[in-house]
């Protein structure tokens, strides 16, 4: 697939870099050979009729970035109708081909802050998982520090007046600040960013108070670290932010592995249909084309063995077929 290529060549778009590249790929989906590649016509025009496409929308993790998303593609014209799935991160768009191009509703939707990626990108699985890689690192450096953080903290908790002297007490947080700051600057960064983009484009979103939360106690916690005696106080809230941190992207891991355990389960479905098929032709003879000429109306031959290209009706023969991949279907029909 030739649009795959500008997609997959990097994990996420940077606006310096990455748009001329990014801007490339979209111009290659105007292409009308590919837009069967992510969907279907619905009118028998496929040059200046309506399609239906899906495609997969990137950085969205609730159910006002959905919102966000269905609004900025229902502002494109030519676009019909939008239908955003924030569990599944996919989109079902319908469009009319005379009125728009594809590239036009994907960049309408970046601009929102939200890149959409085809469905059927060859690069998907591989992006996924680094994704799905980079998280669990996130993941594992927020627990390891939560761990070591509460660990100092604790004598604090436990300690009676004169227990601890204060040098003693100045040292814990600032071992604590200092294992504080990989959480802040790595584990931290999917929330940082999608506030700046929500701040950029003038709205809230889940993660703007999430943001905000996490950099006011770390301020408030670095200020009580280098000076107890300022007007900030001198309590420190370093183990709570870093609980905290941890117990949202064990979340959001959760999350990325239930989605990517049903996005790669769909995926072994769609693999499992057949590249080319037997269609009649109008000599009568069978001719070996691509799944993606098949047509309403076309009549196929499926050899054993074979999996069906699309939903239709046995009018010749006598048939068994896996459905379900446990349950079978019987169909006898004879022309």
């Known amino acids: 697939m030739q649009a795959a290529l500008p997609f997959g060549l990097t994990g996420r778009l940077d606006p310096a870099t990455d748009d001329r590249a990014a801007r490339a790929g979209w111009s290659l989906l105007d292409d009308p050979a590919e837009w069967s590649s992510f969907g279907c016509a619905l009118d028998g025009d496929t040059a200046a009729g309506r399609w239906e496409s899906q495609v997969v929308v990137e950085g969205m ?4 970035c959905a919102f966000t998303v269905e609004a900025a593609l229902a502002q494109v014209p030519g676009v019909l109708k939008v239908e955003v799935n924030a569990a599944s991160r996919r989109a079902r768009i319908v469009w009319s081909s005379a009125v728009v191009k594809p590239s ?3 960049e309408a939707s970046a601009a929102a802050g939200y890149r959409l990626v085809p469905a059927g990108d060859t690069f998907m699985r591989a992006r996924r998982s ?8 996130r993941w594992l450096v927020a627990g390891f520090c939560m761990m070591q953080v509460m660990m100092y903290a604790y004598p604090a908790y436990i300690a009676q007046p004169g227990d601890m002297t204060p040098d003693a007490a100045q040292l814990l947080r600032w071992a604590s600040w200092v294992l504080t700051m990989p959480v802040m600057l790595f584990s931290c960064g999917p929330f940082f960013r999608s506030a700046l983009r929500d701040l950029r484009l ?11 939360g996490i950099a006011i106690t770390f301020v408030v916690s670095t200020a009580a670290t280098f000076g107890s005696e300022g007007p900030l106080g001198g309590e420190v809230y370093f183990d709570s932010l870093t609980m905290f941190v941890f117990f949202l992207l064990t979340g959001r891991w959760l999350e990325t592995r239930l989605r990517d355990r049903t996005a790669g389960a769909l995926e072994a479905l769609m693999n499992r ?10 000599d009568g003879t069978f001719t070996r084309v691509a799944v993606r000429r098949l047509a309403l109306g076309d009549v196929v031959r499926v050899l054993p063995g074979e999996a ?6 046995v009018i010749v023969g006598d048939t068994t077929a896996d459905g379900s991949g446990a349950n079978f279907l019987r169909s006898r029909t004879t022309s």
Do not use: Q
């Open 130 to 137: 680094r994704e799905a890689k980079l998280a669990l690192w």
């Open 61 to 64: 993790h609730c159910a006002a």
């Open 308 to 313: 069906f290209p699309a939903d239709g009706i």
């Open 202 to 212: 003038r709205r809230i979103g889940m993660d703007l108070p999430v943001a905000l």
């Open 273 to 282: 249909l057949p590249d080319s098929v037997e269609r009649l032709g109008t």
């Open 104 to 106: 036009r509703w994907f």
